[in-house]
């Protein structure tokens, strides 16, 4: 068996993460994987073991109209890429919808395709049908990272939902630090610096509640950071931090994680941040629509609470923190949910999936 995988950009994000633990169970397994993606930056696909790289041009812009200019130049150059190495039994599995031009290459050259969908969220409209109706032209299965997500993209193709999991290593590493005991009351929130991933909302979280401390990790630099709050009067119980490649230690001290995505702009389909939590036994806040809703149990491990509604947020922030009864069981809900989601089932649901 010959998997070639497929991604776009190689980041700290949550879809190479997956892809990265697809791979590596993937060669355990003494499979042939090959790795497409664009060359040029360091993330969670760089330097896999036992994976054959290989690399095309993609730069992430901006500005829309070059951004979408620079995605249909990187496929077609994918394209002929794939075009001349693809055999008619390999397994082409496309990480995200945005590299259609493998898909488009695999369906030609008769492989058997793969589509691994994590999102519903994309604009423009004109751009999600094109990539979906690529999708159901060229594919031969689709893998969802949720019930939510498979029911909110229906495609009349044989589907499987595989849920995100946590590796290993980072389960060992979460063992060895666990602490529900918190000298300091830490909110914590990991995301992407986008207004609809909530990050104003947890800025005025951080103003309501002057006695906690909020840090917020996000996928960018420094000088974006800057940027992006240059106008902004920040509060000092609010850390800032760029993009980290380790982010055990912002679990082993938080006491609590927040997701406040804007559902009417951005709907999680999964939310690895929210697992990686629960492992360390972190209570969460999330919002009520999504893949999320598979994880968090309201009252139980958590709330579930549309992020514009700071108020009730700020509220249930209190409970969690000012009531050690309640932390302690939340935590207890938390750790114990997360088991379920282990290397095991991703391993053999990925290669059931594979042999199918």
Not at 170 to 192: A, E
Not at 254 to 272: C, I
Request: charged share 20%; net charge neutral; with cysteine.
């Amino acid at each position: 068996m010959r998997v070639i995988a497929i991604h776009l950009l190689n980041d700290y994000s949550g879809s190479p993460k997956v892809l990265m633990q697809l791979l590596k169970g993937w060669t355990k397994n003494n499979i042939e994987a090959h790795l497409y993606t664009c060359g040029g930056r360091e993330g969670f696909l760089s330097n896999i073991p036992k994976v054959e790289h290989h690399f095309y041009w993609y730069r992430f812009m901006e500005n829309k109209f070059l951004r979408l200019l620079f995605l249909f130049a990187s496929q077609f150059l994918l394209a002929l890429q794939l075009l001349f190495i693809l055999k008619k039994d390999d397994i082409v599995y496309v990480n995200t919808v945005l590299p259609f031009g493998a898909g488009i290459i695999g369906k030609i050259r008769g492989c058997k395709v793969i589509y691994h969908i994590h999102e519903t969220s994309m604009k423009p409209k004109i751009l999600k049908q094109f990539l979906f109706g690529v999708v159901k032209w060229s594919a031969t299965e689709v893998v969802y990272v949720s019930n939510f997500l498979a029911a909110q993209e229906p495609l009349d193709i044989r589907k499987s939902v595989l849920y995100n999991v946590l590796e290993e290593s980072f389960v060992q590493q979460s063992r060895l630090h666990l602490n529900t005991k918190k000298d300091t009351k830490i909110v914590l929130m990991i995301c992407s610096l986008k207004a609809y991933k909530g990050v104003n909302e947890f800025v005025k979280l951080a103003k309501m509640n002057s006695e906690f401390t909020f840090k917020l990790v996000v996928n960018a630099s420094q000088t974006e950071i800057e940027e992006y709050f240059k106008n902004e009067i920040l509060p000092s119980n609010l850390i800032l931090y760029p993009t980290q490649k380790n982010t055990h230690p912002f679990y082993q001290e938080a006491s609590v994680v927040l997701n406040l995505s804007d559902t009417k702009l951005w709907v999680e389909t999964f939310g690895l941040t929210v697992l990686e939590a629960m492992a360390y036994g972190l209570p969460t806040i999330v919002p009520p629509v999504g893949g999320v809703v598979e994880l968090v149990e309201e009252g139980e491990n958590g709330f579930l609470i549309g992020s514009k509604n700071v108020n009730l947020i700020s509220e249930k922030l209190n409970l969690i923190l000012q009531n050690e009864t309640i932390y302690h069981q939340m935590s207890e809900d938390a750790l114990k949910k997360s088991k379920f989601f282990g290397e095991d089932y991703f391993e053999n649901e990925s290669i059931r999936i594979l042999s199918n």
